[in-house]
């Protein structure tokens, strides 16, 4: 049985269950991991203040990668051990191809969601669902206009965040994005969003670098994902694990598929990984 001494863990589609919902078995099977002196790490799109409450108070949680790996937060000292932003200029221009389009989107930085109000004012067109809407409307600050409140602010961007309504159009920029701005890296998270970070902020190597600081080797890591911005991650972690709600391209990437975010597959696998041979 291979020695994992790290266990990161997206959370929508992941750690969750489909109603944004940590199950008690998954709960308990984390305090185990953590209690056999294990680090848990969320891993997530969201910024720090924008996971679930449920998450943040988990006592055992020391360290969180967040916004695809644009930054990771030491929880108990309250700061910021490394990130990876996009510069202010790049994200304007990203924005302006996106005015192009028949999106919405917004952005992340210093910690927080923003976005131009008349964007913001139509987010019930764009949501893929009651749970998207209900973050884009609580975890966004409304702007006049965001393009120009980033020219004021003269400061990096923590990531870039679009939902469409057409599938087919989403599917043509997911694929036009990479290679217009190939600095920066392009994934989804959600049936209906693209998310764009630097090239270097991704879970990835936010993983990487995260164990290095902690002097964990990278094979001693197992990783949890289920849409394309988990890929890096699992396959950086020494065990990449792919649910069975995952993403098509997720599980080629992993090294075992688990049951589903609603079948409690986070303790199934770590049940498979940890504890296979206990009674």
Not at 184 to 203: C, D, F, Q, Y
Not at 264 to 274: I, M, P
Request: aromatic share 6%; proline share 3%.
């Amino acid at each position: 049985m291979r020695k994992i001494r790290l266990i990161a863990l997206d959370l929508d589609g992941t750690l969750l269950s489909s109603d944004k919902q940590l199950s008690d078995v998954n709960r308990a099977a984390l305090e185990k991991a953590a209690g056999e002196g294990i680090e848990i790490v969320p891993a997530t799109g969201r910024f720090y203040r924008g996971m679930p409450e449920v998450i943040r108070k988990l006592k055992f949680v020391n360290y969180v990668i967040s916004v695809n790996g644009a930054e990771v937060y030491d929880v108990r000292e309250k700061k910021t051990l490394c990130g990876c932003e996009i510069p202010f200029e790049r994200a304007v221009a990203v924005m302006e191809r996106l005015d192009k389009t028949d999106v919405i989107y917004d952005c992340y930085q210093d910690g927080w969601g923003w976005m131009t109000e008349e964007l913001y004012n139509k987010a019930e067109q764009y949501a893929a669902n009651v749970h998207s809407l209900e973050m884009i409307k609580n975890l966004r600050t409304p702007v006049p206009n965001l393009k120009d409140c980033l020219k004021e602010r003269a400061r990096g961007v923590q990531k870039i965040q679009v939902f469409f309504k057409d599938m087919k159009l989403r599917e043509r920029v997911l694929n036009s994005l990479p290679a217009e701005f190939p600095d920066l890296v392009v994934t989804t998270s959600i049936v209906n969003n693209i998310e764009i970070n630097s090239r270097e902020a991704t879970k990835g190597v936010a993983l990487e670098k995260l164990a290095s600081c902690l002097g964990i080797p990278i094979a001693e890591t197992l990783a949890f994902g289920d849409d394309t911005n988990d890929i890096s991650m699992l396959e950086a972690a020494g065990i990449g694990v792919a649910m069975g709600n995952s993403d098509e391209k997720v599980k080629k990437s992993a090294d075992y598929i688990t049951c589903g975010c609603d079948e409690n597959g986070v303790a199934e696998a770590l049940k498979h990984f940890l504890w296979e041979n206990e009674k």
